[in-house]
């Protein structure tokens, strides 16, 4: 039995719930594993499907159509907030990657708002101090601690806040705030160096995973880690002024 087939047989709910449950456990599943494409193996699938499945109930439970928003949608906000929650309880990732992931971003952000212009991989392996092949292991490292990502900040399909998963839709200032956040990522994204803006869109927009990108741009699938990481960082860095604590 598998830990949906598991889980649905412990839980109890009204019917229409558990109608839309039994519906949309494949979402749950379908976004575990494309989240734990990027998280290290300690990190075990059925934990994600499980802490997936309570967010799938909850959705079940406290969704509005009157608010607008697809079921689907509003459903794989609280699944991905969900399994989100349970990789921080997790804490899997050492303090010291969250650390120098801070630090890449800051020295990113000094050298671009310096030069007017993208920071390069020597110049911020030099203002660290760390040679480039050390600078490429930060980044392998950091891509699979909590970074920016775009599940975290609520870039979801129809574009609806994170922050609305567990509450009622936003009033009128927090859309105005929020339209303004996707204009200023959008500008962010289009702004990154080509091949960086390449493989988030092949990543996030193709659902590809990184070797298959990797076969597409030509370089392997660590270098392709490396590059998804460089890119969140440098969005990190360029958007700080809209999440303070990523």
């Known amino acids: 039995m598998d830990s949906v087939a598991m889980y649905m047989t412990v839980q109890s709910g009204g019917k229409g719930d558990d109608d839309l449950v039994v519906q949309y456990s494949p979402l749950v599943k379908r976004i575990a594993y494309h989240i734990m494409s990027r998280l290290p193996p300690s990190v075990q699938v059925d934990d994600l499907i499980q802490a997936g499945m309570i967010g799938l109930l909850e959705a079940a439970k406290n969704y509005d159509a009157s608010q607008g928003a697809r079921f689907e949608t509003y459903a794989g906000i609280r699944i991905r907030g969900a399994m989100l929650d349970e990789i921080r309880r997790g804490d899997w990732a050492p303090r010291s990657v969250h650390r120098k992931a801070r630090e890449v971003a800051d020295t990113i952000r000094d050298i671009e708002n310096k030069t007017g212009r993208d920071a390069k991989d020597h110049e911020v392996a030099k203002a660290l101090d760390i040679s480039l092949r050390e600078y490429h292991k930060t980044l392998q490292d950091a891509n699979g ?6 599940e ?6 129809d574009a609806i806040p994170s922050s609305l998963s567990g509450r ?13 956040f996707k204009k200023n990522l959008a500008e962010a ?3 990154l ?3 960086e803006s390449l493989v988030l869109s092949l ?3 193709e659902d590809m995973n990184l070797r298959e990108i990797g076969s597409i741009i030509g370089v392997s699938e660590s270098r392709v880690s490396q590059i998804h990481s460089q890119a969140l960082i440098r969005l990190r860095s360029r958007m700080k002024q809209w999440k303070s604590d990523i």
């Not at 975290?152 to 399909?157: L, V």
């Open 145 to 150: 601690c909590k970074l920016l990502s775009f």
């Open 152 to 157: 975290e900040m609520g870039i979801t399909d």
């Open 168 to 180: 009622s839709m936003a009033g009128p200032l927090e859309g105005v705030q929020f339209d303004d």
């Open 189 to 191: 994204i289009s702004g």
């Open 193 to 195: 160096p080509e091949r």
């Open 203 to 205: 990543y996030y927009d």
